[in-house]
């Protein structure tokens, strides 16, 4: 692929960035050089490479849903003054 001035200003058109001269002159030799490792890869033997579509082996890191015994509702509503039939009375919305 050829790497040059205006197919830097097309990709930073696209990216809607406005580069001045002096950084097109500089991001110009930085650009052939990500090209040019990317390119590398065209050259890489992959036939017998399985597609590797998830790289990290995904886990539950969510613990096993063990019930244990909790509060009855009593208990839950025992320290507080704001209940009303059981349940925990909050402010008025509407």
Known sequence: ?????????????NARLNLSKKELDEFLPQFKEII?????????????????????ELNNVFRDDIS??????????????????GYFKGPRII
């Open 68 to 85: 244990k015994k909790s509060l009855t509702q009593e208990e839950a509503l025992r320290n507080t003054k704001h209940k009303k039939d």
């Open 1 to 13: 692929m050829k790497v040059d001035q205006e197919l830097i200003k097309k990709v930073a058109e």
């Open 36 to 56: 040019e490792n990317f390119s590398k890869l065209d050259n890489l033997d992959t036939k017998n490479i399985k597609p590797s579509f998830q790289p990290i």
